[in-house]
């Protein structure tokens, strides 16, 4: 007779239960809970007036604004599940994706209105600009004042390094159970403050959305990267805990210099792949709490999180799983043993259902028994901490030998000259394929091949060592921005 | 493809993400959870060796220490519901329990052996000493790895209007879910650490054990209860959080006197019925952080409390739901209006599915969208918080232990002497209320409270005796012949 799969919509219950907390943070305005409520219930009847209505698969391409919060929950209040684009995506990718995701509303705002104007060409979609909604009238709509924890909440394209992007699936109880993980991690405190500079249409910054009307803790919303002012509001006090990816947190550390944070501070979660073990340890010098991460869409954002007490000891590996989730190692078809390297494989009620419309790819991904296979490389330590190696996809195999591209480009990296480096598989007569270097260069710095090379030697096995190096001006990335790999092979031609 | 359902094993969990934090402190020992794990699982082979094998239900009859510890997660190990047994009852009440909910196996201890062997006379119960278990064989076993939410994890007592205790299933879901409502509302901190000198067979205590697995938090736990030594423990700043009911909180305050508590110590968790607001009052000058809250058995512990920033503005109300609960009053089929009085309406994923055993029980108290009938009467005020009046129209708490009339009622009735009886609540400075019989003699018998009393002492555990007897010539009676109890009350000023 109980009720696991039902609660109170999240946002309703946080005005009636702690109306007087603060909400939301963007530039100088501050919200409690109670106004977000009004404004969010504001926005949605000017959105049911627009024609929306419970149901309808709405997708939203906005920059990060309050009102990108207000109409995510204005929509959870009418009860749309929503289709997040990427705003760094082409007007090809973003057709495909309405498209695919089958999205018959487009809630945007006039800076992409070109965009815009061709997407509702491409495809039909009914298109809504935010600028118009401060003038519409309001209609009152059924809310929705139960969750149901299966029900979709949002979907999230995920980049595609191989084929098409696939519509990743987050249910309302993925979202929650994430949102449960992480506090039971990194605790939950009364002055607790989450600063939001990375995306919200993407998992680590929707994630935090979430945290804050779970906890009850105000999101500081900033409407785009800038380490001066995220680093003044950190030595402010302003946030005491901050989602960042690893070329975010190199911008603070550089920005920051001989200062220091505000004891208050208290978290700085990394995710979105590998961070130099040289970055770490600048950080520990400054005694900055790094909590690495490792997770992705389909996990709703983190699965894997290094605690306080091993930060130290085990740096540079992901850490270990949240409570209730389980990370193995598959290595072809069988557990692998401690420190050998194989395919990760995680299980929770973090994540996701499937992709949308992608049985192949589902039937691929998911057992029956809720294992996701996540297509990343990585072996568990004696200890059970995870390292992740690298995208199952970047592997270099030469002579037989596994390489693993984040490895040779962790020991690039420590290097102080280097600013960027990619590392990727180059055809070769003997071997199969062998390491070629590409590498950018800090503050204008000179150094050649040959030296970096002899810089590796120590660090690296011989057939590890790249046997090219070429020097650019920035690597190619994709619109969330992670290194294209492929684009980088045309430069070998 | 998700497993909301199904969660690694909580002690297995925790002794792999965090083996060496520190886990349980009793007395001059302390484990972490990779110590109390091994040892849990120690008890669980010798448990074996002594034929308690998976699935089979387990009664236990221990006092708050260690062992008490291990063999309930030893019992998880293994995969046997716990039936979980009050050493206040006496042999009768005892063997009712064990009957109703078709216990195969007792665990016990040396102190309990002559209860111990007239219970093996009445049900046949297979009998294990803890003592025995120090020099048993041990046993491999299959080891539970994985919690199934919907599972009965453990069993407890409540007696109810009847006069028949009826058995609450507690589900591994109804416990998760609890700890994870108190976590948002308490928040959680690094340092935390709960002291435990409520009674580990109570839902209060037992849920501080199930909150330090979740959480990865030691339990200070107590033997039994006592102000000084407690006081002491919270003063040198062992202890964050503590749980308590009133008679406690009073004792402390009294041999507290102008000392003053380590400012870690940060929530005096208080249940079990109704406070004093002179108790309140007292804190609060004396700074104590004293959080208010309403549960029962049926809820797994709390389902409403007061968060800190409302504890002074709404002294004596209980609070607000935990984040996934709801409350509501209903006043004669419908809802109430605030301020209203009705009785207390409860739902959330920790209610009890219902009692073993008991449909019509069940029919009564539970809808089928997940209401459960309190049986409490309160109001809610305009903000939302709510007031509890009284708990079951005749509840009496006395010393945090509930009392029900009709069971002490139905023992009164059984004497042949007796031709009516009615059992109130009478104050008491310590312990809140005690047990106040009026009785009226069948054929002009003559006999005295003291014979009364003696009468009832093999039936009834101590505390439910009652303190004073008072002969009258007709109970009161409404016009539906039920007994007025408030017109009693009226003897006792």
């Known amino acids: 007779m109980s009720s696991l799969e039902k609660m109170p919509n999240w946002l309703l219950n ?42 309808d698969r709405t997708a939203v391409l906005l920059n990060n604004h309050m009102d990108f919060v207000l109409v995510l929950y204005a929509l959870q209040l009418i009860g749309c599940p929503v289709v997040l684009l990427n705003v760094r995506l082409t007007n090809r990718e973003l057709a495909f994706q309405i498209d695919d995701s089958e999205a018959v509303h487009l809630i945007t705002q006039m800076e992409f ?25 309001e209609v009152d709509f059924e809310i929705v004042t ?26 309302f109880g993925n979202h929650w159970w994430s ?46 990267f800038d380490e001066q002012q995220i680093n003044l509001a950190l030595m402010e006090g302003k946030a005491t805990i901050i989602s960042v990816v690893t070329s975010m947190l190199q911008n603070m550390i550089r920005d920051l210099g001989e200062k220091t944070y505000s004891p208050s501070f208290r978290c700085m979660l990394i995710g979105g792949g590998p961070v130099p073990l ?12 790094v909590f690495q991460t490792y997770g992705m869409t389909e996990t709703a954002s983190q699965i894997v999180t290094l ?40 299980k929770g009620p ?26 990343d490389v990585g072996y568990m330590d004696e200890d059970g901490f995870l390292f992740v190696i ?26 102080p000259a280097i600013k960027e480096a990619a590392v990727i598989g180059m055809d070769d007569e003997t071997w199969g394929q062998v390491p070629c270097a590409f590498y950018v260069v800090a503050n204008n710095a000179e150094i050649s091949g040959e030296q970096l090379a002899q810089f590796c030697q120590p660090h690296l096995a011989k057939y590890k060592v790249p046997k090219k190096w070429i020097q650019i001006n920035e690597l190619p990335k994709t619109a969330s921005n992670k290194v294209m790999r492929k684009s980088l092979s045309k430069f070998l031609s």
């Open 14 to 55: 946080r005005a009636y239960l702690t109306p007087n907390r603060k909400a939301l943070v963007f530039k100088d305005k501050e919200l409690t809970f109670k106004e977000l409520c009004d404004y969010s219930l504001s926005m949605a009847r000017k959105l049911t007036a627009c024609g929306i209505k419970r149901g």
């Open 113 to 137: 209105e070109s965009i815009a104007v061709k997407l509702n060409g491409q495809t039909g979609i009914h298109t809504i600009y935010k600028e118009q909604l401060i003038a519409a009238n």
């Open 146 to 171: 139960e969750f149901n924890l299966q029900d979709v909440c949002t979907i999230m394209y995920t980049s595609g390094t191989t084929g098409f992007p696939k519509g990743v699936i987050q249910s």
């Open 179 to 224: 949102a449960i993980g992480s506090a039971l991690n990194l605790g939950l405190h009364d002055q607790d403050a989450w600063l939001a500079a990375v995306p919200l249409f993407h998992a680590s910054g929707f994630s935090i959305l979430v945290r804050s009307m779970v906890y009850g803790i105000p999101v500081i919303l900033f409407e785009k």
């Open 278 to 289: 040289s970055l770490l340890q600048v950080c520990k010098n400054k005694n900055i709490p």
């Open 307 to 346: 605690t306080p007490e091993d930060s130290l000891a085990k740096l540079g590996s992901a850490g270990k799983p949240l409570f209730f989730c389980q990370v193995r190692i598959d290595k072809d078809g069988v557990a692998a043993m401690p420190n050998e390297i194989g395919e990760i494989v995680v």
């Open 350 to 375: 973090n994540v996701t259902y499937g992709y949308y419309n992608r049985e192949d790819a589902n039937k691929r991904s998911f057992t029956n028994d809720g294992w996701f296979y996540t297509g």
């Open 390 to 415: 690298d995208r199952r996809s970047d592997l270099i195999i030469s002579g037989g030998e596994n390489i693993y591209p984040a490895e040779i480009e962790n020991i690039i990296l420590s290097h």
